[in-house]
């Protein structure tokens, strides 16, 4: 993997810079001599300024190579060092790092490691195009660290049991953690947009929708889906699966619900609806978007297209809950997105995690 070194990060009132020999005395005084900061920490409490001072000299030592990563926190307008944060563990395999960090006891409950936690973060995945992963852990016994990750954007993995050591021994331990994906701009999410409907903006009867309807575009990544996020109690009766009937027969219900949507709906089409007593309730095409490069990505993209429930079946959760099981086809297909097209209902698909990462009305994408 490429590396970028240890540089200076600067954030709304913080600095991050390498250390220097002659900052151990603010060292040893904020975190590394205070038990209560070291406790659930894998290195013992200092017992002296000259311990520390020489770990420290070690530490300048390795800036020297340009592959290691360890910053000081300090205040802006202040330089003594509050904290530290390092990368302390590398993985080349799945080119993932992992995130340490401590914070003098004095300075907690500031917003200071969150802060400083984003912006290296940020940092490392602009400086280096093959980071896949960053991640953190913490003891399940130190919740308030649990917190800071989540401040800072990262998303809960799991927890592997007796995985850690620390200070006061083996423990649980919670993971979490961002790939480069999650952090996909406006601007990848618009490139994606254009390249699964090339033309988009140019097609009539997109230019002809009225002034004021302002469609979503929606995404959810699948390996964060969880099935059981949506687990709505239906009435007796109601099944779901891929469709196998006459597809004149359904094309004429799905008229009911969209009149031109019928062409989209072909013998070849893959089709999963809801079933009440038999009859069809609901339908959703199951559509390949391809593979696409999301913020230096490869990934796969499905899409649920055309979702629609028949009048007198609406509002009972048929309909979401195929969507759901949709969605879990998608993964279990490891896709890695599933995407839903040109959609009002957006607080609907987000009660499955589809998040809204763009608007557009008849003269392209809304820039807001």
Not at 95 to 122: N, Q, T
Request: charged residues 30%; hydrophobic residues 35%; proline residues 3%.
């Amino acid at each position: 993997m490429n590396t970028i070194g240890t540089k200076t990060i600067e954030t709304e009132r913080l600095v991050l810079r390498r250390y220097r020999v002659e900052d151990a005395e603010d060292m040893y005084g904020n975190w590394t001599s205070d038990p209560e900061v070291t406790k659930f920490l894998s290195w013992p409490t200092h017992t002296s300024v000259d311990f520390t001072r020489s770990l420290l000299t070690k530490w300048v030592s390795f800036y020297e190579d340009g592959k290691t990563y360890n910053w000081g926190i300090t205040v802006k307008g202040d330089d003594r060092v509050i904290g530290n944060i390092a990368v302390v563990e590398r993985d080349e395999r799945t080119c993932s790092y992992e995130i340490g960090y401590c914070l003098g006891k004095k300075f907690w409950g500031r917003g200071y490691m969150p802060e400083a936690l984003r912006a290296v973060i940020r940092y490392l995945f602009e400086g280096e195009s093959d980071l896949n992963r960053v991640y953190a852990t913490h003891d399940l016994r130190n919740p308030k660290s649990g917190r800071v990750m989540q401040k800072a954007g990262m998303r809960f993995d799991g927890v592997l049991r007796g995985s850690k050591k620390n200070n006061l021994g083996i423990h649980d331990t919670a993971y979490y953690s961002v790939l480069r994906s999650d952090l996909a701009t406006r601007e990848d999410y618009e490139k994606l947009f254009l390249e699964l409907y090339p033309g988009f903006f140019e097609r009539d009867y997109v230019r002809n929708i009225p002034d004021g309807e302002t469609p979503s575009e929606q995404i959810l990544r699948l390996q964060n889906f969880d099935p059981k996020v949506y687990d709505k109690k239906l009435p007796e009766g109601v099944t779901f699966g891929f469709y196998e009937g006459d597809i004149e027969e359904l094309r004429g219900l799905v008229a009911q619900v969209v009149d031109h949507w019928p062409q989209f709906f072909t013998k070849e089409s893959r089709i999963y609806c809801g079933y009440v007593d038999g009859k069809v309730a609901s339908f959703c095409l199951l559509e390949d978007g391809g593979e696409h490069v999301i913020n230096g990505v490869k990934c796969r993209v499905g899409e649920p297209g055309c979702v629609g429930t028949l009048p007198e079946y609406r509002d009972r959760g048929i309909g979401l809950t195929m969507i759901r099981n949709v969605t879990e086809i998608f993964r279990q297909e490891l896709y890695d997105f599933s995407y839903i097209h040109w959609t009002f209902e957006t607080q609907w698909y987000a009660k499955l995690g589809y998040k809204t990462v763009l608007r557009w009305n008849n003269r392209g994408v809304v820039r807001e």
